[in-house]
């Protein structure tokens, strides 16, 4: 079956400092997959996602690239914010029309003035 | 800006009692997901409609959840008889099965259920 495994956190750093999550992934096929983020208090909401191997997503500075020969999407970004503060989900779709959308466990992020 | 909204935000309840909480999905779209998220079970899927049908419930305890769409513009999603272990944050989220894979869902602000 489909799994997403992420780095433990929290992960704790300081404000401008270089920020990367790690994802790897099993599944079958040609997933999509994807980068959640949730601010406290709130819903889920995409941050980036790839449909196929190779793509790059990106969005407010973060980045992250499909890679089918390692089965890694880790999530980057060169210089975080306070407000990047919040608990990150690394995520997989299979393809052929069926939505469900297998999740990691979460990485908290704070980032400290 | 359109959003998924969930009412009640929270609620607390006492165990044996009957919980309903509510969803009203993006208009347009024609997926609507819901999830339990919990400290230490994370983010689970309950329950999954497409077009309004009930695609896969097979994450939902049968015995006491039952979830529906009776329309295109609400879902619901009840606990009868509730207990403690049902405390969580409940998520629903919507979106729209284009074909082309890679679809976004869109989560509602979650419902906080605290069964006493």
């Known amino acids: 079956g489909n799994s997403v495994t992420q780095m433990e956190g929290p992960v704790t750093l300081s404000e401008e400092a270089f920020l990367t999550i790690n994802c790897t992934y099993t599944?079958?096929?040609?997933?999509?997959l994807f980068w959640y983020v949730q601010y406290p208090g709130e819903g889920l909401q995409l941050l980036l996602k790839?449909?196929?191997?190779?793509d790059k997503g990106s969005n407010k500075g973060f980045e992250a690239t499909y890679r089918k020969e390692t089965t890694s999407f880790h999530l980057e970004k060169g210089s975080v914010q306070v407000s990047d503060s919040a608990v990150y989900f690394c995520?997989?779709?299979?393809?052929?029309?069926?939505?469900?959308?297998?999740f990691g466990t979460g990485t908290k992020l704070q980032v400290i003035p | 800006d359109a959003r998924v909204t969930q009412t009640p935000r929270d609620k607390v309840t006492e165990m044996g009692q009957e919980v309903t909480m509510r969803c009203q999905p993006i208009l347009g779209h024609n997926t609507v997901f819901w999830y339990r998220q919990t400290m230490m079970q994370g983010l689970e899927l309950l329950a999954y409609?497409?077009?309004?049908?009930?695609?896969?419930d097979s994450g939902m305890p049968k015995d006491r959840f039952s979830a529906e769409m009776p329309d295109a513009t609400l879902a619901t999603l009840k606990i009868q008889p509730s207990e403690p272990r049902d405390s969580a944050v409940y998520f629903c989220?919507?979106?729209?099965?284009?074909?082309?894979?890679?679809?976004?869902?869109?989560f509602g602000p979650g419902t906080r259920l605290l069964v006493l």
């Open positions: 790839a449909t196929k191997a190779d």
């Open positions: 409609f497409r077009n309004r049908a009930p695609l896969d």
């Open positions: 989220a919507s979106g729209l099965t284009t074909g082309q894979g890679g679809e976004t869902q869109y």
């Open positions: 599944a079958t096929g040609y997933p999509s």
């Open positions: 995520a997989l779709m299979n393809s052929g029309g069926y939505q469900k959308v297998t």
